[in-house]
């Protein structure tokens, strides 16, 4: 079965850069996509990640696998939920709780 | 390219009433979902559509929610009769291929009160 899991919130001052872990654990061969909430705005997609171009090409079992999407020189703008998502073909996606991303000025 | 169409942005209603949503997907994407999304929580999958077709609704409380994707392009969410506890936020999504991702719609925020 699929599970992922994410941290629940990170604080940082504008121009820090940061580092949002997911780890997850799936049976197949499972594409890693990372989504951004903005405030009253859609889901949008922010990055993917197949087993084709990773470094995780090899196994059909995979457990407690990190895959981090890293944000660089980071503005108050950015503040959001950013959720990790792991799925394989054809099948449902599964949710991370999503990690919520506080930049002060 | 349009997004994905939902409709209304927000309901209010009281518990035991019916409520309805609706979401227009992507032209040409073949698949559906509807999730629901409870405040803190991330999105939690009710139930997915290839063209008109149900291919996963385990999580869809049969007994209050139904939902039906007529001619494999709209489709409509029922919540009957509605429960406090169904207040959240219900995303609809599609997708070409899940290898490439969802397209979410804005949402419907139900609260029931």
């Known amino acids: 079965s699929n599970s992922v899991k994410q941290t629940g919130q990170i604080t940082v001052s504008e121009g820090a850069s940061v580092t949002m872990n997911c780890t997850y654990t799936?049976?197949?061969?499972?594409?890693l996509f990372w989504y951004v909430e903005y405030p009253s705005k859609p889901l949008q997609l922010l990055q993917r990640?197949?087993?084709?171009?990773s470094k995780n090409f090899g196994g059909g079992n995979i457990k407690d696998k990190n895959s981090p999407i890293v944000k660089y020189s980071v503005q108050v703008s950015d503040s959001a939920v950013y959720y990790c998502?792991?799925?394989?073909?054809?099948?449902?996606?599964?949710f991370g709780k999503g990690i919520t991303l506080s930049v002060r000025p | 390219e349009a997004g994905v169409a939902q409709s209304p942005r927000y309901k209010i209603i009281e518990k035991r009433q019916s409520v309805a949503f609706w979401c227009n997907p992507i032209s040409g994407h073949a698949t559906l979902y509807w999730y629901q999304q409870i405040l803190g929580q991330g999105p939690k999958l009710l139930i997915q559509f290839q063209n008109n077709g149900v291919v996963d609704d385990s999580q869809l409380p049969k007994d209050r929610f139904s939902a039906e994707r007529l001619k494999g392009v709209d489709s409509t969410l029922k919540i009957q009769p509605a429960k406090l506890e169904d207040s959240a936020v219900y995303l609809c999504?599609?997708?070409?291929?899940?290898?490439?991702?969802?397209?979410f719609g804005s949402g419907t925020r139900l609260t029931v009160v």
């Open positions: 998502l792991s799925g394989c073909p054809n099948s449902k996606l599964t």
């Open positions: 999504a599609s997708s070409l291929d899940s290898g490439y991702g969802y397209t």
């Open positions: 799936s049976t197949g061969y499972p594409t």
């Open positions: 990640e197949t087993m084709e171009n």
